[in-house]
């Protein structure tokens, strides 16, 4: 059994041999033949190999580089949110005081750059820290103290110059204020159109509403400004509900300030 095993084993050897002898004759005098015909097959799957080997090695560097890409576009972005917001504060500034120069029959071509820029306050950016939702929204931390000059009973305000809330409680680093709109408390209004006064109650997230006698003169559309500073924007009138059993008429009015969406608040430098 061994003799035989070992002379298995042997012709085996032959056999391998002679099919490696005969591989290496038929590459040697048939290579041009042999690459001609499977180029057309071959060359196609060893690129696309290639270039799927490379994107593989390519990958954590384009991911790496798409996040320092997005957070270069975001830091950009709210610099440009922040600069027109800015410009929108001024604009709402120095529309008001063309409005009064009106007022007074003087020509608006008198305002000089130096009014301009008295008219133009410099103002405090905040941002929101946290919320009371237990209250719907009745105040907001913001992150700016007495260490910013952050003064007690300012208003604070959001794009365009619309106010939002008044500075209650203020902190080292950080200050509590009390939403205009909070359920419950009031607050005095002015017409644009009519100059007329309204006292709007807080109906919460920016929201109020004013109970009018039946004969006022408000209509939809209307915009109402806060009497306190007048070259600020409460909100607008959306909806005048009249129930003919009741004697007042319901006036809903909208402010600017979204409890989701405003991000950057503002408070003037004394």
């Not at 008001?96 to 120069?101: I, P």
């Not at 750059?113 to 919320?131: C, D, F, G, R, W």
Request: hydrophobic fraction near 40%; aromatic fraction near 8%; charge should be positive.
């Amino acid at each position: 059994m061994t003799y035989l095993s070992d002379k298995t084993k042997k012709r085996r050897k032959v056999a391998t041999l002679i099919f490696v002898i005969t591989a290496l004759l038929l590459l040697s005098f048939g290579w041009v033949q042999i690459r001609s015909t499977l180029s057309p097959v071959a060359l196609p799957v060893v690129s696309t190999s290639n270039k799927f080997l490379k994107s593989i090695i390519n990958t954590p560097y384009l991911v790496i580089n798409y996040f320092r890409l997005r957070a270069s576009y975001e830091l950009e972005k709210t610099n440009l949110q922040n600069n027109i917001e800015e410009l929108e504060n001024k604009i709402v500034l120095l529309q008001a005081e063309n409005n009064s120069l009106k007022g007074i029959e003087i020509n608006t071509t008198e305002i000089t750059e130096t009014s301009a820029k008295e008219i133009v306050k410099p103002n405090i950016i905040l941002y929101p820290l946290a919320q009371d939702i237990t209250k719907l929204y009745s105040t907001i931390l913001l992150s700016k103290g007495f260490k910013d000059n952050i003064k007690e009973n300012s208003i604070v305000y959001i794009r365009g110059r619309q106010p939002v809330c008044i500075i209650e409680e203020i902190h080292s680093t950080s200050s509590l204020c009390k939403l205009l709109s909070s359920h419950g408390n009031t607050v005095e209004g002015v017409s644009v159109e009519t100059k007329e006064n309204i006292i709007l109650t807080g109906d919460g997230g920016g929201n109020f509403l004013a109970l009018l006698p039946k004969e006022s003169n408000f209509v939809v559309g209307e915009d109402i400004m806060y009497k306190v500073n007048q070259t600020m924007k409460l909100g607008s009138i959306v909806d005048i509900k009249k129930d003919p059993q009741d004697i007042f008429v319901r006036v809903y009015v909208r402010g600017a300030y979204n409890p989701v969406t405003s991000s950057l608040f503002y408070v003037d430098k004394e």
